[in-house]
C-alpha cells in the first residue's frame, strides 16, 4: 500500500524558516523523482521543487535561492527547508513521487498547510 506523510506545516511569521518532510512506504523510492508542490487559495497548483534520482534540483521561480530540497533514500523521506518565507508562500505543500520507469505511477500526499502572517 502506498503511503506518503507530509508533516512540518504551521505557521510561521515573515522572514522564518520551516522544514517540511515527506516520508514514503510502498514505493521505489530510490528509483524515484521526487517534489514538492503547492497550492494556496484562488490559485493552481504550482512547482516548488523537484529532486532527480541522481540528486539533481529544480526549483520554482519564486522559492529558488530561499528553498531547498533534499532526499534521504535509507529513511524514504524527501525534506524540504523553506527560508526567509513570505506571505506569498502561503499554501497547502505537497509532496509527490515518480517512479523514473514510468509517470503512471504518480503518488501524493495529503498535503500539509503552510502559513506566513505577522
Known amino acids: 500500500q502506498v503511503q506518503l506523510v507530509e508533516s512540518g506545516g504551521g505557521l510561521v511569521q515573515p522572514g522564518g524558516s520551516l522544514r517540511l518532510s515527506c516520508a514514503a512506504s510502498?514505493?521505489?523510492?530510490?528509483?524515484?523523482?521526487l517534489s514538492w508542490h503547492r497550492q494556496a487559495p484562488g490559485k493552481e497548483r504550482e512547482l516548488v521543487a523537484r529532486?532527480?534520482?541522481?540528486?539533481?534540483?529544480a526549483y520554482g521561480d519564486p522559492v529558488r535561492g530561499r528553498f531547498t530540497i533534499s532526499r534521504d533514500n535509507a529513511k524514504n523521506t524527501v525534506y524540504l527547508e523553506m527560508n526567509s518565507l513570505r506571505p506569498e508562500d502561503t499554501a497547502v505543500y505537497y509532496c509527490?513521487?515518480?517512479?523514473?520507469?514510468?509517470?503512471?505511477?504518480?503518488?501524493w500526499g495529503q498535503g500539509t498547510q503552510v502559513t506566513v502572517s505577522s
Open positions: 510502498g514505493i521505489m523510492f530510490s528509483m524515484s523523482t
Open positions: 529532486i532527480t534520482v541522481s540528486g539533481s534540483t
Open positions: 509527490n513521487v515518480n517512479w523514473v520507469r514510468s509517470t503512471r505511477y504518480d503518488y
